[in-house]
């Protein structure tokens, strides 16, 4: 690939100041002259220096550092590359990167730009890249193991491997069509042609029948909490936000009516959505608020519905009107106010559409240990196949359907045996698998792509 920009790009790539240590890096052609000026001298490459760190025009040190030095292209981004292991004071960061500033061709990087620079100098494809943008992402064990295979590969190097067997079919037909009025072409190189863009198909097809929960990983599984007013449901998401230590992040939801809470439970992730905020109103945005958050909480993989169990009769009944495509779970709450012996205390009430039953008291605590089991064993068994998932994002999903169409329409011009039209299919299923991984012209998707990635990656 070419590279349009010629710059030396520099950044802090380490996390927000002070820290104990800040980590400035620096990749371009003038990267060696910029470490040159700074520290006075050219340390081995890739091994760490012990260096004083001098402002070029006043010879002032600014600090003294860990001096990195990966001459291109064995480093990160394929360039030269430095890294400056600093003191992570603000002023330090400063007085470094406004000395790089005054180096010839060396400017201050764009988000996501080494990352970029790694994809076009061939060092991470498409997904590899989306792999490492999901494990910095990443909040749970799980999320981190799915984001690490994708870095290391997992469905980059399977596209490529179809791509190259498309083309070696396409091959075939090719060379039955440019040289089909010579004797030693054989007839039949339309037929192992297709096999292969059958059996193609039929892997790829297997790949796509994961239910999602690839992509359900990176967001986290939807847990709505519903039920009528005051049955106890902000009291609940409090009660788990709170117990489980590693609660990750709590902030509105998308839409102003949803508190949306982010847990990690056993390593899975959680999004828990409470509709308490859910309210009726006559303002047209509002209600176009309401809409969007009662749409998002249906579609969720599991609704926790509350009742108010010491009310006889109580909203059990209202259950049946929740709109849940998945699982619903009954939550009899306040089972602290029913006197022991009572038949409400007792989680075996079923009634249709409830798969699981629970006594509990978010207030008191009381059966908590059991709901946070099974929950945790709800996502346990939800994400336990995601071991051999691959296809982690819409984008993937998305490539694969378009590369089984262009399939299947290379498969319907069997009959006719038409070898241009199956070809062209041929040729486009490819293209597809090529735009998966960035091999095929991809300038559109690009900024999309790199768009999540923050300054100094
Ligand atoms: P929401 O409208 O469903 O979110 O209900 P809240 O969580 O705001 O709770 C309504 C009232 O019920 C509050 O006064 C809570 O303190 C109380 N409450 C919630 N859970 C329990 C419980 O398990 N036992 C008892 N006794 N009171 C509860």
Redesign the pocket.
């Known amino acids: 690939m070419v590279m349009t920009d010629r710059s030396t790009i520099f950044a802090l790539s380490s996390g927000r100041p002070p820290a104990a240590i800040a980590v400035v890096r620096v990749s371009g052609p003038s990267a060696g002259a910029a470490l040159k000026a700074l520290i006075g001298r050219m340390p081995a490459p890739r091994k760490a220096a012990l260096a004083r760190v001098r402002d070029p025009q006043s010879g002032e040190v600014i600090d003294e550092a860990l001096a990195l030095w990966f001459p291109a292209p064995a480093s990160e981004t394929g360039e030269d590359v430095v890294e400056l292991q600093l003191h992570g004071g603000q002023a330090v960061i400063a007085g470094v990167l406004d000395a790089l500033g005054k180096i010839e061709g060396c400017r201050l990087a764009e988000p996501g730009e080494f990352t970029r620079r790694a994809f076009e100098n061939g060092k991470l494809d498409l997904t590899r890249v989306e792999g490492l943008a999901d494990l910095i992402a990443a909040e749970t064990q799980a999320q981190r193991r799915q984001a690490f295979r994708q870095l290391k590969g997992l469905i980059g190097d399977r596209a490529e491997e179809w791509r190259r067997e498309l083309i070696k079919a396409l091959a075939l037909i090719e060379a039955r069509i440019d040289f089909s009025d010579e004797a030693d072409v054989p007839e039949n190189l339309v037929e192992p042609a297709l096999f292969a863009a059958q059996l193609l198909r039929s892997k790829i097809a297997a790949c796509l029948a994961d239910s999602g929960h690839g992509e359900r990983l990176r967001e986290g599984l939807v847990v709505a909490?519903a039920?009528?007013?005051?049955?106890?449901?902000?009291?609940?998401?409090?009660r788990l936000a709170k117990r489980e230590a590693a609660i990750v992040s709590s902030h509105p939801g998308t839409t102003r009516d949803v508190i949306e809470v982010h847990l990690d439970l056993d390593g899975y992730p959680l999004t828990l959505l409470?509709t308490?905020g859910i309210r009726e109103s006559s303002d047209p945005v509002e209600q176009e608020g309401v809409r969007r958050a009662l749409a998002r909480a249906a579609a969720a993989d599991l609704t926790l519905w509350?009742a108010?169990a010491?009310v006889i009769g109580s909203a059990i009944e209202e259950v049946g009107q929740w709109p849940a495509n998945a699982e619903v779970w009954l939550l009899r709450?306040?089972?602290?106010?029913v006197a022991a012996g009572d038949p409400r205390t007792e989680s075996s009430t079923m009634k249709d559409g409830i798969n699981r039953s629970f006594a509990?008291?978010?207030?008191?605590g009381?059966g908590m240990d059991s709901l946070v089991g099974a929950l945790s064993g709800f996502a346990s068994s939800y994400f336990g196949a995601t071991e051999s998932v691959i296809v982690t994002r819409g984008r993937h999903r998305q490539a694969f359907e378009e590369t089984i169409a262009a399939l299947d329409r290379a498969l319907s011009h069997r009959a006719s045996g038409g070898e241009e039209l199956i070809a062209e299919e041929l040729r486009s299923a490819a293209t597809t698998l090529g735009r998966l991984t960035g091999r095929v012209d991809v300038e559109d998707i690009l900024d999309v792509i790199f768009r999540d990635f923050c300054i100094g990656k």
Do not use: E, F, H
């Open positions: 909490i039920g009528p007013p005051n049955a106890g449901k902000s009291t609940l998401l409090n409470d308490a509350v108010d010491s709450n306040k089972i602290d106010l509990m008291s978010a207030q008191s009381i």
